[in-house]
C-alpha cells in the first residue's frame, strides 16, 4: 500500500503542468526542463515538467556530444537507490503492477529474455542514435505513446490532424505493452527498460540494498515467489527493484535494508 | 574443520563488503565530477532546449 502511494506520487509530481491546458501551450517550456526525474517520463508530456534521462541521453549522442551532465546523474542515482527508483517511482511501473492484478491467464518470461535490456541499451539507445543522429528509443517508447503522443493527440486539434501511420504503429507496440502487462508479470522493467539496464549496473554496490541475515535464512523462497522480477533476495540480483516485497513476505524476517 | 571455513567466509564476506563501500564512493564522485563538467560545459541548456522542442516523430505524430 505504502509502495503504491509513492509509485502514485512519482507518476503525478513530476506531471503538474496544468497551466498548459489553460493557456493552450502544448508543452512546459521552462527552466525545470533542465532537470531529469530518475525513471521513464516522456518530455513530449503536455504535463511534464521535468526531462527523460533516456530521450536526453540519446539527444546527446545523437548530435555526437559527450553527455558528461546526463552520465554523472545516472551514476549518483545509480550509485545511490540502484533500481529503486524502478520498484518506487517509475509511472511504467505503476501502470504494469495494476494491470497485473487483471485476473487472467497469466505467463513466465523466461530468464534469458532479461538480458535483452542491455542489447536495447546497447543497439538502441547508443548505436542507432550515433549512427543515424535520430533518438530511436524514443519513437519505439510504449511509455511516450501513452504520456505523451495520446495526450496530445486528445489535446490538439492541429496534433490529430497530423496522425499517420507512425502513430498507428506506435500504438500498436503500446498495445502489445498492455497485454503483456497483464498476462505477465513486470515484462517491461525486466526485458526491455534501457534505463533499468543502466541502473541495474549499479545495484551491487548502491548505497541502499538488501541484507539478509544467513543465520536467519533458510532459503524457503517465499521471498523468490513474492518477488515481482522473479529474483531470488539472497543472491545479489543485477534485476532486483529495491520494492522490499521480500521484506514484507520473510516468515523468518531474514531480509533487512541496509546502508 | 568446519570453523575454518566459517571463518574464512566471514573474512571473504567482510572484504566483499569494503570492495562495495570504496566502489560507491568512487561511482559517486566520479559522477558527480561529470556532473559539475557537464554544469560547465552548459549541457543543462541543451538539456532544456531538447525537452522543450516538440520532436513530433518522437512521440509518434509527424
Same mark, same amino acid.
Given at each position: ?259 | 574443520?568446519?570453523? =575454518? $571455513? *566459517? &571463518? +574464512?567466509? #566471514? =573474512? $571473504? *564476506? &567482510? +572484504?566483499? #563488503? =569494503? ?44
Amino acid at each position: 500500500m505504502k509502495r503504491r502511494i509513492v509509485q502514485l506520487l512519482g507518476a503525478i509530481l513530476p506531471n503538474l503542468y496544468f497551466r498548459g491546458l489553460i493557456t493552450g501551450r502544448l508543452i512546459y517550456q521552462g527552466p525545470l526542463k533542465g532537470f531529469c526525474v530518475p525513471t521513464l517520463n516522456c518530455y513530449g508530456c503536455p504535463l511534464s515538467l521535468f526531462a527523460c534521462p533516456v530521450g536526453t541521453l540519446q539527444h546527446f549522442i545523437a548530435i555526437r556530444q559527450i553527455p558528461f551532465y546526463i552520465v554523472g546523474y545516472l551514476g549518483i542515482v545509480g550509485t545511490l537507490f540502484g533500481r529503486l527508483a524502478c520498484g518506487w517511482i517509475c509511472p511504467f511501473g505503476l501502470v504494469q503492477d495494476l494491470l497485473y492484478k487483471i485476473k487472467t491467464f497469466k505467463i513466465k518470461i523466461p530468464k534469458g529474455f532479461r538480458y535483452f535490456k542491455y542489447v536495447v541499451l546497447l543497439g538502441i539507445v547508443i548505436l542507432l542514435p550515433l549512427l543515424t543522429q535520430e533518438p530511436w528509443f524514443c519513437k519505439l517508447c510504449p511509455q511516450g505513446g501513452l504520456s505523451a503522443g495520446i495526450p496530445l493527440v486528445l489535446v490538439s486539434a492541429a496534433m490529430r490532424s497530423l496522425v499517420g501511420k507512425l502513430f498507428g504503429m506506435k500504438m500498436i507496440i503500446l498495445g502489445v505493452f498492455l497485454f503483456l502487462f497483464i498476462i505477465s508479470r513486470c515484462p517491461f522493467c525486466s526485458t526491455i527498460c534501457p534505463l533499468g539496464a543502466i541502473y541495474s549496473l549499479f545495484n551491487r554496490i548502491s548505497v541502499i540494498k538488501l541484507k539478509i541475515d544467513p543465520t536467519l535464512c533458510n532459503k524457503c523462497e517465499i521471498c523468490a515467489k513474492s518477488c515481482p522480477m522473479g529474483v531470488k533476495p539472497y543472491n545479489t540480483h543485477l534485476d532486483c527493484i529495491k520494492c522490499f516485497e521480500c521484506k514484507k513476505v520473510c516468515p523468518r524476517n531474514a531480509i533487512k535494508i541496509s546502508f | 574443520m568446519r570453523r =575454518k $571455513s *566459517e &571463518v +574464512r567466509g #566471514q =573474512k $571473504s *564476506e &567482510v +572484504r566483499n #563488503q =569494503k570492495f562495495c563501500y570504496l566502489s560507491s564512493i568512487i561511482c559517486l564522485l566520479a559522477s558527480v565530477l561529470l556532473v559539475v563538467i557537464g554544469i560547465f560545459r552548459k549541457e543543462i541548456a541543451e538539456v532544456i532546449l531538447n525537452a522543450t522542442t516538440l520532436c513530433l516523430s518522437c512521440i509518434g505524430i509527424g
